[in-house]
């Protein structure tokens, strides 16, 4: 079993759906959560952060922690085109390793 | 500006060769990390270094070296040892290890074997 699972998708949505993106993992000692961001042949870039359980929003986007049930969610509302991208959650127990999920690949259709 | 600068973008190597990729930042962090990227896997840790002269070896170490002389640079080499070493590698960085909340990645740089 991954420490991280993810499904990889694809998942298409037309523009203005909320989307939810999810992951689950199996180590209960992680406390910081991640979602990144990664458009075609480019880096990551940081999307939220949250640390331990609870709920966290930014615009658009919201990211919940769920702890007791290991699972990690995003939220996006009113999604755009310029949202297609791979979308990867993470988590880490501070200053150990970073765990990623595999990634999800969203298109938003206009 | 500020960022981590990753070259080449695009490398194309005979087997048997050793490569190396460049990766420098100008964001005066302390740790710096490699990582690989495989379609339908998560990222996965090569070689993460978190002061100048230091470093320590991920889950995939094998097949690959760094080097880490200056706080801004951390190149990876990917030897001929390494058996499957076509893949995207990110270069990322942090102002210390491992806080999610402070790491940044480079653009990447392919990787194929010809």
């Known amino acids: 079993q991954k420490e991280v699972e993810q499904d990889p998708g694809p998942l298409s949505v037309p523009e203005g759906a909320i989307v939810s993106l999810n992951c689950t993992y199996s180590n209960s000692a992680f406390q910081y959560f991640m979602w990144y961001r990664q458009y075609s042949r480019k880096g990551p870039e940081l999307l939220m952060y949250t640390y331990s359980s609870g709920n966290k929003e930014d615009g658009r986007f919201t990211a919940q922690v769920d702890k007791s049930s290991k699972y990690i969610s995003l939220f996006i509302r009113d999604s755009q085109p310029s949202d297609s991208a791979t979308y990867l959650c993470?988590?880490?127990?501070?200053?150990?390793?970073?765990?990623f999920g595999a990634g999800t690949r969203l298109t938003v259709k206009p | 500006d500020g960022g981590i600068t990753q070259s080449p973008k695009y490398l194309f190597r005979k087997e048997g060769q050793n490569v190396t990729l460049s990766c420098e930042q100008n964001?005066?962090?302390?740790?710096m990390y490699w990582y690989r990227q495989d379609p339908g896997q998560g990222l996965r840790l090569i070689y993460y270094?978190?002061?100048?002269?230091?470093?320590q070896k991920g889950d995939i170490a094998e097949g690959y070296s760094v080097s880490r002389e200056k706080k801004e640079s951390f190149p990876l080499t990917v030897t001929s040892a390494q058996k499957n070493p076509t893949a995207f590698y990110l270069c990322a960085s942090s102002i210390e290890g491992f806080s999610g909340n402070t790491i940044y990645f480079g653009e990447g740089s392919w990787l194929t074997v010809v």
């Open positions: 270094s978190q002061i100048v002269n230091d470093f």
């Open positions: 964001l005066n962090h302390d740790a």
């Open positions: 993470a988590m880490c127990i501070k200053n150990n390793d970073m765990r």
